[in-house]
């Protein structure tokens, strides 16, 4: 009876290892599904707070708000500015106290978004950012966060889509692609210093490169 007893505890504790590896395993695999829930709610929620700023900003802007002037003629009923007009700085707005170019429109994405004139890492939550250059000087950069409604569908564009920037002053520009590129993050001076009009740019899905769509203006036709 002793022996039968000890056996099945020998055969108890030889299992027991077993067990906890199993429940051990059992327990982590349920916690990493809850941490890729959680990643996937917050992701969501991300894209969904930008999309709404950008939109607001959009908005503001398509009806005329400006509040670097204030007192003056609304924006909504001042005559578009010319070409000429802005040659020597570009004409920006403000909204929330924050510089505006005008906005991009993508055709091919169904997309138009606000472009702030100056280099703010905040600001990427909200809107793409002037990296370097600017609309007048050409060379123009903007950077923008890989959002669902910001510069992540720019993976999607061909060489030869449209892209059009409507000014703070009324005027609008067409830009043709070019091309695409895969630009690592130490690539400062290759991403500034490139011989095109354009440069959009956002991080790769892993957020180790920086995937680069690269522009020039389109001839009169």
Known sequence: MQTKTKTKMQEHNTHR????????????????LILAILFVYHNQRENAAADAAASAVLEMMQSGVDDSNAG???????????????????????????????????????LELPIAAD?????????????????LEGNWVIAGHNYQRH???????????????????????????????????????EMKSADYDLSLFTCTYG???????????????
Do not use: N
């Open 17 to 32: 290892p077993r067990r906890i590896a199993a429940a051990a395993m059992m327990i982590s695999g349920i916690a990493l």
């Open 151 to 189: 510069f992540s569908p720019l993976k999607t564009l061909r060489g030869g889509e449209e892209l059009y920037y409507k000014s703070a002053g009324g005027s609008v520009v067409k830009y043709l692609v070019e091309k695409t590129e895969i630009l690592e993050p130490t690539q400062v001076e």
């Open 207 to 221: 957020g180790t490169s920086r995937f680069t769509v690269r522009c020039d203006l389109a001839e009169d036709e």
């Open 72 to 110: 003056d003629t609304p924006a909504a009923i001042r005559p578009p500015a010319s070409p000429i007009d802005e040659i020597k700085k570009p004409a920006t707005t403000k909204i929330d106290g924050v510089r505006y170019y005008g906005y991009l429109i993508i055709p091919a994405l169904d």
């Open 119 to 135: 280099w703010d890492f905040d600001q990427l939550q909200t809107s793409p950012c002037t990296y370097s250059g600017d609309p």
